[in-house]
């Protein structure tokens, strides 16, 4: 069950993490809106000691209350939405939870997340380059299945002879020997794949509800203004 949002006796704004991230993403918007569409700030006035705003519909006290309103406003989200993220930074750096037998901060979870995608650009490589070596070496074991049979026909008529036949059929043999094409597996690829890929799925089920999760429970105190 998510936490509710309190404010202490110290007026310190107690808070739920998913809750701050979803004012953190309130706030973001306020201030791109607020910077996006300021206030007038200056104005112009003809006249010394007798001035005459030349702003239509305002008036001298209207327009500073409303550059005064916003700057005071856009600051406030500022501030605001930078306590909030300190307060989640720490928050972070601190709360442990278990991924996959292991404990983690919050923190560390994040990066294990961004290791994560790493980790499936790695078995994608190593998958890409298997295909692309397993496609080249059996086109041209293929090619080389062609030009002996081909050989084997062209000299049909010379091998009548058992002798004869047994001997083509070593020189065959000899040719494919040293002109077969092999995938060297430098690495062992197929339980490099397997363990990257279990442990991928392993983490998968856990990454994303155990920050949701923690996340709900976990509470920040912030000081808002």
């Known amino acids: 069950m998510m936490l509710n949002e309190v404010v202490t006796e110290s007026g310190l704004t107690r808070i739920p993490v998913s809750r701050a991230l979803a004012k953190l993403k309130t706030l973001k918007a306020k201030i791109d809106e607020q910077l996006a569409n300021p206030a007038k700030l200056f104005h112009l006035s003809q006249g010394v000691e007798k001035k005459r ?26 501030d605001n939405y930078l ?7 720490l928050s972070n750096a601190t709360t ?3 991924i996959n037998g292991k404990q983690y901060t919050i923190a560390g979870v994040m990066e294990l997340k961004k290791i994560q995608e790493s980790k499936t650009k790695l078995v994608n490589i190593i998958k890409r380059q298997h ?3 397993s496609t080249v070496a059996a086109r041209n074991n293929e090619n080389l299945e062609k030009e002996l049979t ?3 026909a062209d000299n049909k ?5 058992e002798t004869q036949v047994q001997m083509f059929a070593r020189l065959q043999e000899m040719q494919r020997e040293l002109s077969l094409v092999n995938i060297e ?8 794949v397997k ?3 279990d442990e991928l799925e392993a983490v998968k089920t856990d990454l994303d509800y155990v920050i949701n999760q923690s996340n709900m429970v976990t509470v920040i105190e912030v000081d808002l203004r």
């Open 185 to 192: 597996d430098t690495i062992g690829h197929e339980a490099v």
């Open 195 to 197: 363990n990257l890929s």
């Open 150 to 152: 081909v050989n084997k």
């Open 53 to 78: 705003l030349l702003t239509p519909g305002e008036t001298f006290d209207t327009i500073g209350a409303k550059s005064q309103s916003w700057l005071q406003s856009v600051q406030k989200n500022m």
């Open 83 to 89: 306590a909030i993220k300190s307060a989640i930074a």
């Open 157 to 161: 008529e010379a091998l009548d002879q």
């Open 131 to 133: 295909h692309d070596a």
């Open 96 to 98: 442990i939870v278990t």
